[in-house]
């Protein structure tokens, strides 16, 4: 008698045994990437809207910042205009008493035997017309323009001599530059004059 010893069973119990080990250590797997794809996703997400989040604030914070520097640039536009005009009425109140001293000026510096015509101004440039007893008052009146604080280069442009009534009389036309703002030494020679 022999004995049959059956060992199919056995493996196939071994073999399903390794199947259901298989497949649970594959489900586990799957079961373990998905809890990690999606532990990522979510961390993802949640990152993504953070910096949207900050994005959207850092929008808003750089609108605030423009409409900011555009009440800074319109504010600076009012500065400007401001100062200007300041500037404008400074340079009125220090230019007022320049015509005086202007005209002032052209009588202390006329020499006798001279009388002025016509006065035209032209930004700086003055034209003196006047006639004068002879060509040397001329020159003494083109002299006492260019000792003056207020005035500086005389150029004499055209001098005509006439003999009216049997009396000579010289017509001239100068041209001198209006200093507007004396030097220093008439401003102190003022001074000394007021005291």
Sequence with gaps: MTVHINLLDW???RREKRKQQYTAMLGLGVLIAGAIIGAG???????VENQEARNTYLR????????????IQELEKVRNN???????VEELQASRTATVHFFDEL?????EGVNLTSIRQ???NVTINGVAESNGRIST?????D?????????????????????????????VKNLTKPDAAAASTDEGTSE
Excluded: C, H
């Design 11 to 13: 493996r196939r119990a």
């Design 82 to 88: 401001l100062l200007a005009r300041m500037r404008v």
């Design 141 to 145: 009146y083109m002299k006492n323009l």
């Design 147 to 175: 000792g003056s604080a207020w005035f500086a280069e005389p150029k004499l442009v055209v001098i005509k001599s006439n003999d009216k009534n049997r009396r000579r009389r010289s017509e001239f036309t100068l041209q």
């Design 60 to 71: 808003q914070q750089i609108k605030e910042m423009d409409d900011k520097i555009k009440e």
């Design 107 to 111: 009588i202390n510096t006329l020499p």
């Design 122 to 124: 032209s930004g700086g």
């Design 41 to 47: 996703y979510l961390t993802m997400t949640g990152k």
